[in-house]
């Protein structure tokens, strides 16, 4: 099955810096990468996704980049803010929404006003 | 929509009582997943179900567990007997299975096994 990585597991950044969250993914088959964040004591809600047929989105202060060779995806907020804070989950799907959604282990992102 | 609806939001029992977790997902979504959100091990997914049919089971823990989904409207997730080591929320998430692919979320239970 799919194998998700995800690094670092703690971020720290200050307030207006720009944060970076790595994954990594087994199946060349998975063709679906979302992003879900987490806030504290709340429920995981889509914030951005991108499919294989494209390398990049972007949606504001936050981006993420997709390298289907390497088999990795990221995820880049700008200008980071206090109420950036929260755990960040990578997935990787070989159909969205009707599959398995294989989750990273979670980054927690911490903004330091 | 009130968004994907489950109950009981924090639920404390003692070891080898039955624990039963309730979930309502969004009308008209066809799909309906079942996680399990742990410091150690993340989020997990239990079991999915397609149209009220399980479609996999395979993280489901063990026998202690089982799932049901009668109608469109609704699903349980059973423990008996629960065990400290299932002390965890338990996210229940619906989609459309459509283009769009975002799983919603419920508010999640949080189970505590003493």
């Known amino acids: 099955g799919e194998n998700v990585e995800q690094h670092p597991s703690t971020l720290s950044v200050q307030e207006g810096d720009s944060a970076v969250i790595k994954c990594t993914y087994s199946d060349s088959a998975s063709n679906y990468f979302p992003w879900y964040k987490q806030e504290l004591g709340k429920r995981p809600q889509l914030i951005i996704d991108?499919?294989?047929?494209?390398g990049e989105k972007k949606d504001q202060r936050i981006a993420v980049t997709l390298n289907k060779t390497a088999k990795h995806f990221s995820l880049h907020i700008t200008e980071t803010q206090p109420e950036d804070s929260a755990v960040y989950f990578c997935?990787?799907?070989?159909?969205?929404?009707?599959?398995?959604?294989?989750f990273g282990t979670g980054t927690r992102l911490t903004v330091i006003p | 929509d009130a968004g994907v609806i489950q109950s009981p939001r924090h639920e404390v029992t003692e070891m080898g009582q039955e624990v039963t977790l309730r979930c309502k997902p969004i009308?008209?979504?066809?799909?309906l997943f079942w996680y399990r959100q742990t410091m150690m091990r993340g989020l997990e997914l239990l079991i999915y179900?397609?149209?009220?049919?399980?479609?996999?089971d395979s993280g489901m823990p063990e026998d202690r567990f089982s799932a049901k989904m009668p109608n469109a409207s609704f699903s349980t997730l059973k423990i008996q007997p629960s065990e400290p080591r299932d002390s965890a929320v338990y996210f229940c998430a619906s989609s459309s299975g459509h283009y769009t692919g975002e799983l919603f979320f419920g508010e999640g239970s949080r189970l505590t096994v003493l």
């Open positions: 009308s008209g979504h066809d799909y």
């Open positions: 179900f397609n149209n009220n049919v399980p479609i996999d």
């Open positions: 997935a990787a799907s070989i159909k969205a929404g009707a599959n398995n959604l294989f």
């Open positions: 991108i499919r294989s047929n494209v």
